[in-house]
């Protein structure tokens, strides 16, 4: 039984620490649905690999300390468990106009479709980042990248898991058919999309990985921080502990650019390259030059802004009124955190310039969002420059304006450079190949993913990492690849 605080049952099918030996009906639920995500995983996970011994973190506490344990895994066997973090004795809603009432154990009916709309949102995106990533196994730059990739891909999946416990617990027969939809969309599929825009672009290169987990598990990083909040219980722990494992999501993003940074400065200062828009000969090094990495950047921060949703929306200000989604770090706000007359600045392009206009805060919430994103981004953004710096390379990797190539809110459909000029259409098309990767930068970055699959082996464009995982050495075996 799990009955010390933080101890994982391991003995059903489906580790977990919500007592779902003593819940039959949740049990069997998840039991139905365990196949077909375990057909969804071999048809739409990692392709290849599936029977490499990978040597992965498995959560098996949902203490701070010492929650994960290290071992050898088949993917398919890995130990895809239900956890939540535990239950805070007294814990009162943060905010809204329930503020200050004891949180709610079960689903408040007049919240319900909100509610549940959000689950669904948020268990899209775990199973689609796992589609968008299934084929670079094939390229990867080294095993103990291979084995980071592979970690992420398996933790998603019990991302799906958390938002599919929520389902199937809370909310019956539609939450059983949500569970199985989940299954069924695809990424980038015509008829069956993903949910969200940018869970439905491709992720064709290991440079668009690092960003990805970069820009984009940075989103999943606010949401489930904001959903953290949350007046409904259960959806609170899944994300406070959802959080501990996304947090080497974005390590892999950040240091896996920082690595790429790192190994361009090295070999420019190696060649004698002063002079980071000298592309061709710096491309001739094996190396990724800085200016293609910025157009990378800033793609995958437009689309990813773009998760933030409409500045102004009715349906952040729902959720934030009924307690159901807080803000950012609810807690340590100080102030009334009932917003029913407080302000807020949002960016709007008006008469031909940007500016910022005052607007009700409640309704304000999706810009709040971004713009704590936005900051939180930017503290990444410092450490890749001081790689530069520490090497003396005289270039500054920076966000793009936020309206730039953007297709959701306020700012779709003009069009803005990266530095925040509005553009004609000629003048765009001019620049574009300066402002997002081209054609030509996609084939040079494939012709640079060759697998590298020796132990301690890393591929030419990027460092090895300083330390390893598990305090293991870059050159440990990270991944068995099957004889
Ligand atoms: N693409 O009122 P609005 C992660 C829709 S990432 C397509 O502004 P709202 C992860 C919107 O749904 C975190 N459609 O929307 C990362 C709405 O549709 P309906 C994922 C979009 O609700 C990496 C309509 O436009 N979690 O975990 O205020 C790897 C009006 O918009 C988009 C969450 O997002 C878009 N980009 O804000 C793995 C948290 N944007 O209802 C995992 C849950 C908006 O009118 N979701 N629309 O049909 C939410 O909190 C909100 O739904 C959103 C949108 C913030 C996404
Ligand atoms: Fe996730
Ligand atoms: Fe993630």
């Not at 998840?30 to 739409?44: A, G, S």
């Not at 949002?346 to 607007?359: K, N």
Request: one cysteine or more; hydrophobic letters at 40%.
């Amino acid at each position: 039984m799990a009955n010390s605080i933080g101890a994982v049952d391991y003995s059903t099918s489906i580790p977990n620490n919500v007592d779902l030996a003593g819940d039959r009906r949740v049990l069997r639920a998840l039991e139905r649905w365990h196949p077909n995500y375990l057909d969804w995983w071999k048809d739409m996970g990692p392709e290849g690999f599936q029977e490499a011994l990978v040597y992965l973190r498995t959560a098996v506490s949902v203490d701070r300390e010492g929650w994960a344990t290290f071992d050898y895994v088949k993917m398919p066997d890995y130990r895809w468990g239900i956890l939540l973090a535990p239950q805070e004795e007294g814990r009162t809603i943060p905010f809204g106009q329930h503020k200050g009432e004891p949180v709610w154990q079960e689903v408040p009916g007049e919240y319900r479709a909100l509610l549940r709309r959000l689950i669904v949102i948020q268990g899209d995106t775990e199973p689609a980042s796992v589609e968008q990533q299934r084929h670079l196994g094939a390229t990867a730059p080294s095993l103990y990248d291979l084995r980071n990739l592979f970690q992420v891909n398996v933790e998603e999946g019990r991302h799906l898991w958390a938002m599919v416990y929520l389902l199937q617990k809370y909310f019956g027969a539609d939450g059983r058919e949500e569970a199985e939809d989940l299954l069924r969309r695809r990424s980038g599929h015509e008829d069956s999309p993903r949910m969200l825009g940018a869970f439905n672009e491709r992720t064709p290169d290991w440079l668009s990985f690092f960003m990805f987990t970069f820009f984009t598990d940075r989103d999943g990083k606010m949401q489930l921080e904001s959903l953290a909040q949350s007046g409904f219980d259960p959806l609170s722990r899944t994300c406070r502990f959802m959080l501990m494992e996304e947090a080497h999501h974005m390590f892999v993003g950040e240091r896996g650019v920082g690595r790429i940074i790192q190994r361009t400065a090295e070999a420019m200062n190696e060649a004698g390259i002063t002079d980071p828009y000298d592309v061709e000969r710096i491309r001739a090094l094996g190396v990724i030059d800085l200016p293609t990495l910025q157009r990378k950047a800033n793609l995958h921060y437009a689309l990813t802004l773009d998760l933030f949703g409409n500045e102004l929306s009715t349906n952040a200000a729902n959720a934030f009124n009924s307690g159901i989604k807080g803000r950012f770090r609810e807690t340590y706000i100080d102030d009334d955190h009932l917003l029913l007359d407080a302000t807020y600045p949002v960016l709007r392009y008006q008469d031909g310039a940007f500016v910022e206009v005052q607007e009700p805060a409640l309704q304000a919430l999706n810009m709040r969002l971004r713009d704590d994103y936005i900051a939180d981004t930017a503290q990444g953004i410092a450490r890749w420059n001081k790689i530069l710096n520490d090497r003396g390379i005289a270039f500054e990797i920076t966000l793009p304006h936020q309206a730039f190539h953007r297709q959701i809110g306020t700012f779709a459909g003009l069009l803005v450079s990266p530095t925040g000029e509005v553009l004609s259409e000629a003048e765009w098309a001019k620049a574009e190949g300066d402002f997002l990767p081209s054609p030509a930068d996609a084939t040079f970055i494939q012709s640079l993913m060759v697998p590298v699959t020796g132990s301690g082996e890393y591929a030419s464009w990027i460092a090895p990492p300083r330390v390893g995982i598990d305090n293991k050495g870059g050159d440990f075996e990270y991944v068995q690849l099957a004889a």
